[in-house]
């Protein structure tokens, strides 16, 4: 099989004419950058987490089926160059964004981190190798990504399926604080259907019960690695890294961490996949 392309968590052959085979491998990823240590069995948990959603969601999606425990055969597309992010919750680089001033979303002034938005908004980026920029609606369109009606299309999509998700993952005690889609559209009929993957890399989930406002959230997913990476300063060594044009060295992660961050992967997966 021809092997084209490697992400940070996938690697993604050529299946046949139509189809591609991805493979979800055990890597992690956080800030942008690839970690050196592997989570070993996260691969497997990724993937059927995302036959889950594709199973479970009422969108077309790209699935054709499984063809191991850690890879998917999909549909090729020809790909949305968008992250379609929906967000429940003000939290991280909405949060952030927030701080600095930018009101743009139509939030509220003097909102706490972690509040609930008074309905899920869009907030989109960009696809980029290096990081990923938001992107307004009107950007969109000048940009000429996608046509008014097909954003029109892209965004009720992924709103309904944030609600959808958000719906399931309340019902088993979960927050589902936000989720990124991607799109892409069917070369057979032209169809926009959901692409990509769906699982703990897409989406910050929430344990309800240790839900509090104006506070951090514990978190069962890669929130938890992002805050160890803060704790021992690889935050910091990204900005400098970035300032000086260097590549930042992401550090070896230690046992514990990595055995705390599959259990966080398989409990989400246990509580909301399995019956
Ligand atoms: N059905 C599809 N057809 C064609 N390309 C797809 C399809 N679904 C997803 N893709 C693309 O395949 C790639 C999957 O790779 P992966 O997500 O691992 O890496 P990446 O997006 O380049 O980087 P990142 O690690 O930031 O996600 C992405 O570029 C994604 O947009
Ligand atoms: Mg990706």
């Not at 099989?1 to 890597?27: A, P, W």
């Not at 930018?102 to 706490?112: A, C, K, R, S, V």
């Not at 104006?214 to 803060?230: C, I, N």
């Amino acid at each position: 099989m021809k092997f084209i392309h490697s992400g940070k968590v996938k690697d993604v052959y050529e299946f046949d004419g139509k189809n591609l085979l991805f493979h979800f491998t055990d890597r992690v990823s956080a800030y942008d950058v690839r970690m050196i240590t592997d989570i070993k069995g996260k691969g497997e948990i990724l993937c059927k987490f995302a036959e889950f959603w594709f199973k479970s969601l009422d969108s077309k999606n790209h699935m054709v089926r499984l063809e191991d425990k850690d890879k998917m055969v999909v549909k090729k597309l020809r790909m949305i160059p968008l992250e379609c992010v929906v967000r429940g919750y003000l939290y991280g680089s909405l949060y952030e964004r927030y701080k600095d001033g930018d009101y743009e979303m139509g939030l509220e002034p003097n909102m706490q981190i972690a509040s609930k938005l008074k309905e899920p908004i869009f907030d989109p980026t960009t696809k980029s190798n290096i990081h990923d920029q938001p992107i307004s609606e009107n950007q969109i369109l000048e940009k000429k990504i996608l046509t008014d009606d097909k954003l029109r299309t892209v965004k009720d999509t992924s709103l309904r399926l944030y609600k959808q998700m958000s719906g399931l993952a309340n019902d088993k005690g979960f927050i589902m604080a936000d989720v990124k889609f991607e799109f892409g559209e069917d070369p057979d009929s032209d169809e926009i259907i959901l692409a990509d993957s769906l699982g703990p890399d897409e989406f910050r989930m929430w344990i309800k019960d240790s839900y509090k406002s104006g506070e951090k959230q514990e978190s069962y997913d890669k929130q938890y690695l992002r805050d160890w990476l803060t704790k021992v300063g690889f935050r910091d060594n990204i900005s400098n890294a970035a300032k000086s044009g260097k590549k930042p060295v992401p550090p070896e992660l230690p046992a514990t961490v990595v055995q705390e961050l599959l259990n966080r992967y398989s409990y989400v997966y246990r509580k909301i996949a399995k019956l």
